[in-house]
């Protein structure tokens, strides 16, 4: 049984590239959270997708970050011109719809030089 | 006021300790609360998760909610070095979808 799986694992990206972090849900999952992680804040919602459909996304920054999750393939969180404050860890995490437990995949740690 | 707060610590013990990490919310809309571990650079893991007041145990785990005083416990008995990570509480927020607000973590080392 896979668990929530996220690639790549660790990303280095120069300022003002473009950054795809990916997130394929655990089967039988069809609603995907992100959040992001810096030391000594913890963990933020970002944003909460269902397949084809943006539900909140009050906790993604308005600018350069947006996210989807397609009818077929992996949940994509896009941040474009990558600043030095973007470099964090990011985790994806999956549920059904008839629960509230959350299961994370390993994360996606972004370093932007 | 943040949403859930949480003694980040480091809590250090020695092995076979009992161990107490606390937390305190805010809204009193939350109705679920679940503890999360997380070793270092490695993806938070769901430890437990309990709905009402009262106790709910599972092997040396036990999580405990106090709605009326809004508090949440997690206790660790017969601590072991393998325990060693950040321990995280979490509620999720019927305003954002369910979306978990965590508090910031409990670090914890148990030493053998």
């Known amino acids: 049984n896979a668990g929530v799986m996220q690639n790549p694992r660790h990303l280095v990206r120069r300022r003002g590239q473009e950054a795809r972090l990916r997130c394929s849900p655990m089967k039988g999952h069809s609603h995907v959270y992100w959040y992001r992680q810096l030391p000594e804040e913890g963990l933020k919602f970002m944003v909460y997708?269902?397949?084809?459909?943006?539900?909140?996304e009050s906790g993604m920054p308005k600018e350069r970050f947006s996210a989807e999750f397609p009818k077929e393939g992996p949940s994509i969180l896009r941040i474009q011109q990558v600043v030095r404050g973007d470099s964090a860890a990011y985790f994806c995490?999956?549920?059904?719809?008839?629960?509230?437990?959350?299961?994370f995949g390993p994360g996606t740690r972004l370093t932007v030089t | 006021q943040k949403e859930v707060e949480q003694d980040p610590g480091p809590l250090s013990v020695p092995e076979g300790a009992i161990v107490s990490l606390n937390c305190t919310y805010s809204n009193s809309a939350f109705q679920y609360f679940m503890w999360y571990r997380q070793y270092s650079r490695k993806g938070p893991e769901l430890l437990m998760y309990t709905y009402s007041s009262g106790n709910k145990e599972d092997g040396r785990f036990t999580a405990q909610v106090d709605k009326s005083s809004k508090y949440i416990s997690l206790f660790i008995r017969d601590s072991q070095p393998s325990d060693s990570a950040t321990y995280l509480c979490a509620t999720p927020d019927p305003n954002s979808g369910y979306a978990l607000n965590f508090g910031k973590g409990t670090s914890l080392l148990v030493t053998p």
């Open positions: 997708l269902q397949k084809e459909n943006i539900i909140d």
């Open positions: 995490a999956t549920k059904t719809g008839g629960t509230y437990e959350q299961y």
